[in-house]
Structure formats: C-alpha cells, structure tokens
C-alpha cells in the first residue's frame, strides 16, 4: 500500500519568509511524527500527534515553529520567518499506535534551503 | 533519559567480508531499539526492532543485530556485505513512556568491489 508522503520534495525560501511542508501519513495510522535532519545535528524530533490528544511540542527549536493536524490525518508544518539554520531534510514519520515498539515508517522528506 | 551512541562515524568493508557497526544505549527502562537505514537521498528504512521478545534479531536483507543487556548495546551484523548495502545507518533507541525515538548520529557504511 501507499507509504507515508511529504510536499514539497525541496522548498527553496528567502530568509523571512514562511513555509509550509505538508505530510500524509499512512492511512489508519493514529501517531504521526516530525523530525528534522541536518548535518552536524542528526535527526531530532519536533512534535508528536496521537489521535486526538494534544500533541506533544516538546521538540519544536523555537516559537517559530508550528504543526497540526488537521481531521486525525494530514499535517502541516509550519515555520514563520525562516532563518538560515532553518535548511534541513524535514521528515514526517507515522506508526499504527503509540507503544514504544511500534514501528515509524517515514517518508522521503522536504528539503529546505533557506537563502 | 534515552540516548544512543553510535561508536564509528564511518566504517569500510570490502564485498563478500563480514559488517559489524556498533551501537550502545541509555534508557532507564526496557527499551525498544531499532535499526533503520538511509540510502542516498532516499527515505529511512526499519532493518529490524527489538522489542524485549528474542534478544537476537533478524531484519531484512541478511542484517541481524544482538541485543545484550549486561552491554548495553545492539550491534547490527551481517555476514557478507554487498555493493548495495553501502549507505547511512541509524541505531534508535525508544523508552516506555517516550513519545519518540532518539537516533544515534549514524554510521557511513562504505563497500569496495
């Protein structure tokens, strides 16, 4: 079946600006993750959805940072005022539920570049 | 607290000898660990989990990985590496009771004909 998808593949912004990466997870799957992979950093997490309990933010790097997730399904991203240490592969994760073992499957990730 | 400590940065085999990239972990409780890997602008890939059943694992294109709780560690091995399987590799660790993985900082894995 269909995996998890990200929009877009590559986003390339002027400093200031704001984008919006997008994420389907796949369907049926109640947890949804986002992490961000840049070099020297390796991957982090940013924000956890779980069904329709109030997401877990504790990873976002600043106010600048925000998500949603709109109807238990597709998420949204959102950085305001892109900074150049913004440039990263943004990637979207989801499993079927919450438990420790519960397998991420990812997708291919948005990379942005922030001029 | 989680974490993961992935101990080479980069490792290099040659085709047909055997792979070991190390791994050892920090949880406060009985963890789940996992192995994905990341090839050349592709998405990350589960290779195999661990999740407190046979403390020896097999995953997917001949790669296992042992997990030794008097170590601390998860290992992933493989008996004879293949041109295909040079790519990022990433150990994971998660904590009952964590919304989310921790990934170690990865190892190159780099084949030679």
């Known amino acids: 079946g269909a995996g998890v998808s990200q929009s877009p593949s590559n986003k390339v912004t002027e400093k200031g600006k704001d984008v919006e990466l997008r994420c389907d997870p796949i369907s049926g799957h109640t947890a949804l993750y986002w992490y961000r992979q840049s070099l020297g950093q390796g991957l982090e997490f940013l924000i956890y959805?779980?069904?329709?309990?109030?997401?877990?933010k504790s990873g976002l790097p600043s106010d600048r940072f925000s998500a949603e997730r709109t109807g238990g399904s597709v998420s949204t991203l959102t950085i305001q005022r892109t900074q150049q240490e913004d440039s990263a592969v943004y990637l979207c994760a989801s499993s079927l539920g919450r438990g420790s073992g519960e397998t991420q499957y990812f997708g291919p990730g948005t990379r942005l570049l922030v001029l | 607290a989680q974490s993961v400590t992935q101990l080479d940065s980069h490792v290099s085999v040659s085709e047909g000898t055997p792979v070991l990239l190390r791994c050892n972990y920090s949880?406060?409780?009985?963890?789940?660990l996992f192995w994905y890997v990341q090839h050349p602008n592709k998405g990350l890939q589960l290779l195999l989990k661990?999740?407190?059943?046979?403390?020896l694992v097999k995953g997917i294109n001949g790669f296992e990985a042992e997990f030794k709780k008097s170590e601390t560690s998860f290992h992933l091995t493989k008996p004879s590496a293949h041109m295909s399987d040079a790519a990022e590799y990433f150990c994971?660790?998660?904590?009952?009771?964590?919304?989310?993985?921790?990934f170690g900082k990865g190892t190159m894995l780099l084949v030679s004909p």
């Open positions: 959805f779980q069904g329709n309990s109030a997401p877990d």
């Open positions: 661990y999740t407190s059943a046979a403390t």
């Open positions: 949880s406060s409780y009985s963890p789940s």
């Open positions: 994971v660790v998660r904590s009952p009771g964590y919304s989310t993985l921790t």
